[in-house]
């Protein structure tokens, strides 16, 4: 390789790593922030809906403002808990499948955003298709909205 592209090379990259570093560290702060506990719900049905998203598969600290919220990672319905049989995590979107119980299953498929819930700016929310099987027929299917469990 000539000298001269050498050098060129070599600023280039000394101009474009702390870029690249940079972004990486930006994308995983922002990662960290979507994290925890979201809450949903079925149209026209009284027992809520809420998964607890982990980063390392361990329970999040409890919520300072309600004690008795999920903390442990998985879905609920109601006072029901379904662990996921499995889960994928990114910054744009979550999915999970949980295991059954009773015969009973459920699948999400969502994409992050964020919203304004009262007065603070930008709260992470995810927005998909939640799909409930009973012994492996699809009993119930909708678009959801899971606000992220704040405190106010």
Avoid at 51 to 59: A, E
Wanted: with cysteine.
């Amino acid at each position: 390789m000539q000298p001269k592209i050498q050098v060129l090379l070599t600023v280039l990259l000394a101009i474009l790593m702390p870029l690249v570093l940079k972004g990486q560290q930006a994308e995983e702060h922002y990662s960290d922030y979507l994290y925890g506990l979201y809450y949903g719900g079925w149209e026209n049905q009284e027992s809520g809906l809420a998964f607890v998203i982990s980063p390392d598969g361990k329970p999040i600290p409890p919520k300072a403002n309600d004690e008795d919220a999920p903390t442990k990672p998985g879905f609920y319905v109601g006072e029901k808990y379904y662990e996921f049989a499995w889960s994928k995590f990114s910054p744009k979107a979550f999915s999970f499948r949980t295991k059954s119980v009773n015969g009973t299953e459920f699948a999400f498929h969502g994409q992050f955003g964020c919203e304004q819930v009262d007065i603070i700016p930008e709260v992470p929310y995810l927005e998909g298709e939640l799909k409930e099987t009973q012994n492996g027929r699809v009993v119930r299917r909708a678009k959801l909205h899971f606000g992220h469990a704040v405190i106010l």
